[in-house]
């Protein structure tokens, strides 16, 4: 167990509210990860962060914005939530050469 | 940038079935992941692969690493239902970033 909390772990949103996401971990790690995952597309990059105040753009980045003012929370918020980002998030943190370990994950659903 | 592609996407096989899932990564990887994933909960660690010919074993599922081919493989022997799941494989990029296949769904029958 990596330690790694998230929440919520589900949520219910309408489009165009903000929303956030918290990542909490117990373990000092320094690399900490955000994922959506949707059907076929397996898990993609939004962000991720390398440090306190560190953080870089993943691959789907459009929409998100995430902060990092503590080594253990990792916050990610959708600005103004859209349909097209209802979806499973993941927060990792990576402990290598094990690789990532992963959150339960929240469910988020923008109706 | 590293792109990463399995196959096949579903696999439905028979108990006691040996079959193979098959990952090709596009550019250099420092290593090679494998994750498993059972429906409504996170991805779990299967295999860390860190150099070309590295081969790991847990149970029925052999994972291997061709750096030279770009290519992993997750080899499933004598299945059985408890093995049904999604199965990922990822690999990584600077920043210790992780690239993922898009999955395999495997469906063991009896």
């Known amino acids: 167990d990596a330690g790694i909390t998230q929440s919520p772990r589900h949520k219910v949103t309408e489009t165009g509210t903000p929303v956030t996401l918290r990542c909490h971990q117990t373990e000092n790690h320094r690399y900490m990860y955000w994922y959506r995952q949707d059907p076929g597309h397996g898990l993609r990059l939004i962000h991720y962060s390398y440090g306190v105040k560190d953080t870089d753009k993943g691959e789907v980045s459009d929409g998100y914005s995430v902060s990092r003012s503590k080594t253990e929370d990792f916050l990610l918020t959708l600005e103004s939530a859209t349909s097209s980002q209802t979806s499973v998030y993941f927060c990792a943190i990576s402990e290598e050469p094990r690789g990532a370990f992963f959150g339960q994950g929240t469910r988020l659903t923008v109706v | 940038e590293l792109k990463v592609e399995q196959n096949p996407l579903f696999l439905s096989m028979q108990e006691g079935k040996n079959y193979t899932i098959y990952c090709n990564y596009s550019t250099t990887s420092d290593r090679l992941y494998w994750y498993r994933q059972d429906p409504g909960k996170s991805l779990e660690s299967l295999f860390v692969?860190?150099?070309?010919?590295a081969v790991k074993q847990e149970g029925r599922l052999m994972a291997s690493l061709d750096t030279k081919a770009r290519l992993s493989t997750l080899h499933i022997t004598a299945a059985v239902h408890d093995l049904s799941a999604t199965y990922f494989c990822a690999g990584s990029e600077y920043g210790n970033k992780l690239v993922f296949g898009a999955g395999t769904i495997l469906r063991v029958k009896s």
């Open positions: 692969l860190l150099s070309n010919g």
